[in-house]
């Protein structure tokens, strides 16, 4: 019985590679056709990323090879990834190295211009993704649905349901966060990285300078 | 023109003292920058301490915020530093605010002076902080205590000379 138990469980591993091998070529195939539609449509790009996660694929995992070569996706996410660092920097002085994914994404698509391809905040959070395991000091911490982009390695040690409400050594020691012990209730942490106020206005290099240290 | 408040009155924990040094430091400045703004805008030359608690400066009422009685008296403790503030009373329940140092308003006089070839003139202490010809000059309503520091520093300077008169004191420009 034992025999032929392997026997069954042999034939289904082989069985299953197959299918594998013909699923990892259609993919291929596909892919190639649609280089272009990957390039232009976030829309696409995101269903082709999920596509790829769920055969256990990274098509951002080289530079070179296949993925790089055919498609141009990791020229895509990579070039991407410079233009957050620009933006991260140019704000650091502002925000001390912390700003929204929203901003993020607003000023990365200024920058890019009216005829330059569409990004997605999905786009955005993959290609962080690709920095952060780059080592180039950047992270992401879930708030409130979204993320805040942190550029700035500072120990943020953490739980990300209470983000807004604690973390007051780090953040206070860092200056990143200020202490309001007049809120009703317990004393609560603000982030000038995230009062609106300061971030939709054009504050002047000396008004910023006067709140991040 | 009513007063333009800079971002950070409507940041709450602005009006909590903050405990880590460099952000007390960027609060502190933020603050006695507001302070000096708001007695300038609102031509104020001195400042009770119980009053300044309670008034718009230091206790912003749509956000339910306030600078404490501790803090204040920190604030106060540095525009003394940087001479913009003079206690009248040893409990520090009055002060003096110095939006302008003496020396800069006794520049201003004499260039008003000298503008209008009056020098070697004389002129009564009323004249200059009161007077028709004064209407529309930054000094005119000056107090009495401030514009004689600033006729001192003049006449420190060798451009003025304070003098007595019947009724008061009076001030002669070179």
Not at chain 2, 140 to 145: F, I, K, S, Y
Request: net charge negative; hydrophobic share 40%; charged share 25%.
């Amino acid at each position: 019985y034992k025999e032929r138990g392997t026997v069954l469980a042999e034939d289904q591993i082989v069985q299953m590679s197959k299918q594998l091998e013909t699923f990892k070529s259609n993919l291929e195939e596909f892919a190639s056709k649609h280089k272009q539609e990957i390039r232009k449509n976030s829309q696409f790009r995101v269903q082709f990323q999920e596509m790829c996660a769920t055969i256990g694929v990274d098509p951002l995992a080289s530079g070179k090879g296949f993925w790089s070569e055919m498609l141009g996706v990791g020229d895509f996410y990579y070039e991407l990834g410079v233009q957050i660092i620009e933006v991260c920097l140019a704000l650091k002085h502002r925000n001390g190295g912390l700003i929204t994914l929203d901003e993020l994404h607003q000023r990365v698509l200024k920058g890019r211009g009216k005829y330059a391809q569409d990004v997605s905040q999905d786009d955005l959070v993959r290609a962080i993704k690709k920095l952060k395991a780059m080592g180039s000091g950047f992270g992401m911490i879930p708030v409130g649905g979204s993320y805040l982009v942190q550029s700035v390695p500072a120990e943020l040690n953490m739980d990300h349901t209470v983000v807004l409400q604690l973390a007051e050594d780090h953040l206070l020691k860092e200056g990143l966060a200020w202490l309001d012990s007049q809120a009703a209730g317990e004393p609560q942490y603000w982030l000038p990285a995230l009062f609106s106020e300061l971030s939709s206005r054009d504050v002047t290099p000396e008004e910023a300078n006067q709140m991040t240290p | 023109m009513s007063f333009e408040w800079p971002w950070q009155y409507n940041f709450p924990p602005f009006f909590t003292l903050q405990p880590n040094a460099d952000t007390r430091q960027k609060q502190l400045e933020a603050w006695c920058s507001l302070a000096l703004s708001y007695c300038r805008h609102h031509k104020l030359y001195t400042l009770d301490v119980m009053e300044a608690q309670e008034s718009p400066m230091f206790n912003n009422k749509k956000i339910e915020r306030k600078l404490s009685m501790e803090a204040i008296q920190i604030v106060f403790e540095e525009l003394r530093k940087k001479g913009n503030l003079e206690w009248l009373d040893k409990n520090k329940l009055r002060c003096l605010v110095m939006w302008r140092r003496p020396e800069e308003w006794g520049k201003l006089i004499y260039q008003w002076v000298s503008k209008n070839g009056m020098v070697n003139s004389v002129f009564t202490l009323y004249e200059l902080s009161n007077g028709d010809d004064t209407q529309g000059e930054e000094f005119h309503g000056l107090e009495e205590w401030m514009l004689l520091r600033s006729l001192q520093a003049l006449q420190t300077d060798g451009r003025a000379e304070i003098i007595s008169m019947d009724d008061g004191k009076g001030v002669k420009f070179f």
